[in-house]
């Protein structure tokens, strides 16, 4: 089309009138271009946000049974006195000590990023998730159901801390050779209700993610259709103009 326009002028046309319908041309398609560009990065951003929200709610997931087979753990070992049980409580609760570590890390101010990847990475996180947790505390630190699940997951922190310290003592009673049956019954009570402490905490870190992702969701969605009717809109109305322009430019050549 913009070919034969340009052929379509008369001899003698002035060179300039016949670039400026080039020009035209090219400007309508580099506009629908950068939009279709605008519209496919949108898209783009709005898969990463929910493929942030799935890494943090797996992360969370290994922190849980981390937990819990920690616990598992202390209790043979308080029977047993192995120190095979022992060691596999100090490997799995690395995990949420991890985990806590790299929170730590990107709560700093400056957050320090490399700290934080390699707690996580400890936490035996997946690597490709690595990224997207840490953008989820860079972006959404200060969003209300967001910053309630960090909330809730640094009070699992300092529960997991008096595990290790009940996990602790429980170790030097058993090397020491004074862990009677009634000390283990209040060890092992402790360390249980701890248990049951994390476990309340999990659900009601659960629900807030939830409401997180949901919301989260919603506004990606709802942004994402407004911005690509915007841009789309706008794309439309700059055509016309430049159409409008285009029809006047064809009239000079025609006179």
Do not use: C
Request: cysteine-free; overall charge positive; aromatic content about 10%.
């Amino acid at each position: 089309m913009v070919w034969q326009s340009i052929s379509a002028s008369r001899p003698g046309a002035p060179a300039s009138v016949a670039q400026s319908q080039l020009r035209s041309y090219v400007l309508i398609f580099s506009v629908f271009l950068l939009l279709l560009l605008l519209a496919l990065s949108a898209s783009w951003a709005a898969i990463e946000l929910v493929n942030d929200t799935r890494a943090y709610a797996t992360g969370e997931g290994r922190y849980s049974k981390a937990e819990k087979i920690a616990v598992l753990s202390l209790h043979r070992y308080a029977y047993s006195g192995r120190q095979t049980d022992y060691n596999r409580f100090l490997k799995v609760i690395a995990v949420p000590q991890g985990d806590q570590m790299a929170r730590a890390a990107l709560s700093r101010t400056p957050p320090d990023e490399g700290l934080a990847r390699r707690g996580f990475l400890r936490g035996e996180n997946n690597p490709e998730d690595v990224n997207g947790m840490i953008r989820m505390f860079g972006w959404f630190a200060w969003w209300k159901p967001f910053a309630a699940a960090v909330a809730d997951w640094r009070v699992g922190d300092q529960l997991v801390d008096r595990l290790f310290v009940e996990g602790v003592n429980l170790h030097t009673a058993i090397a020491a050779g004074v862990l009677d049956a009634n000390a283990r019954s209040a060890m092992l009570a402790r360390i249980d209700a701890l248990d049951v402490q994390l476990t309340d905490l999990e659900n009601t870190f659960s629900t807030h993610l939830g409401e997180a992702a949901r919301t989260a969701t919603a506004l990606v969605v709802a942004g994402l259709g407004l911005t690509t009717v915007l841009l789309w809109s706008a794309g439309i109305i700059f055509a016309m103009k430049l159409f409008r322009r285009q029809i006047a430019l064809d009239n000079r050549l025609a006179t």
